[in-house]
């Protein structure tokens, strides 16, 4: 199996497809089999690879809860980048993956393309913050001491995951699968501390304000933990679009597929050839990969 290592830790990872780089970064309830739409359907004009976090098998899953947290999530992002040559590349991440993309574009902005994050925001908004904690908590617990056979349906029946079983129960039904081959140490450890230890994203507001990369937000209209944030989101980074997909819960790229790779492709096509964002009035707008001379162009169409 391929690894590539981030600070003694082995990350599995598959790619697939030649030319300009998109890094996918799954979601907390997922893995980069959850990409299985996206990486068919880019993998036609792009370098692809997707990977497992930390505590995701077939990747390592430490014991050491200090071995994991929003700051590994960054860096195993460059990890992934380091060990496979990627200079340069778009990120594509769903929820905790697009949590850790935008932190890996506030402070690497140079490494980034364009950004999409989807369904981020879990736990982000004041309101949620003491209940997000307290939920965080007892769940971490809980992995550990039902593990996920008895978890994996529970979680997938939730108000913002619902949406997939009326939609597409077949997908659903292959989630919960997934799901239930997930480590229970791992998911405790990451719930412990990548999730409810990473700052709200609205506390980063500031930092958001001067990010410059281009920047693609998306969220279902049902995943009521995420509206408001990525309202928030939409005002304060100056060079970021807000997809609404109707009817659509939490798993944006389970439940509208079609919908969601459009959306992407065109907001792809235009950050490539400088026409992201026209109307804003602070900057010129400028191709995304004559920011940096040395990124390969190959199959993107220039």
């Known amino acids: 199996m391929p690894y590539v290592e981030a600070d003694g830790t082995k990350l599995y990872f598959e790619e697939s497809g030649y030319g300009y780089p998109i890094i996918f970064i799954h979601e907390f309830a997922s893995d980069l089999r959850g990409w299985e739409a996206q990486l068919r359907h880019f993998s036609r004009g792009y370098r692809c690879v997707a990977y497992n976090a930390r505590g995701y098998p077939p990747s390592d899953v430490p014991e050491d809860a200090l071995l994991y947290g929003w700051e590994c999530a960054v860096g195993d992002i460059a990890a992934v980048m380091r060990d ?142 995420c509206l408001e944030t990525n309202l928030m989101l939409k005002s304060t980074l100056p060079n970021a679009g807000l997809w609404i997909c109707p009817n659509t819960g939490h798993a944006i790229n389970l439940e509208e597929p079609a919908a969601f790779n459009a959306q992407i492709e065109s907001f792809l096509g235009a950050a490539e050839r400088g026409s992201w964002r026209r109307g804003f009035p602070r900057t010129e707008p400028r191709p995304v990969l004559q920011l940096h001379r040395r990124a390969p162009t190959a199959g993107l169409g220039l």
């Not at 619902?162 to 997930?182: I, S, T």
């Open 84 to 225: 496979l040559s990627i200079e340069r590349a778009h990120l594509v991440g769903l929820s905790m993956g697009g949590y850790a993309a935008l932190q890996f574009g506030l402070r690497y902005p140079e490494k980034v393309g364009v950004i999409v994050a989807a369904g981020v925001g879990s736990g982000s908004h004041p309101s949620q913050r003491d209940g997000w904690l307290r939920e965080s908590s007892v769940l971490a617990r809980i992995f550990i001491e039902h593990g996920m056979v008895s978890m994996a349906e529970r979680m997938a029946r939730g108000p913002a995951r619902v949406q997939l079983k009326c939609k597409d129960p077949k997908g659903w039904r292959e989630f919960v699968v997934r799901l239930r081959q997930h480590s229970p140490q791992g998911m405790s450890n990451t719930m412990a501390r990548g999730q409810a230890l990473r700052p709200s994203l609205h506390d980063l507001r500031d930092q958001f304000s001067g990010m410059v990369v281009p920047v693609l937000l998306a969220v279902g209209d049902e995943d009521v933990r």
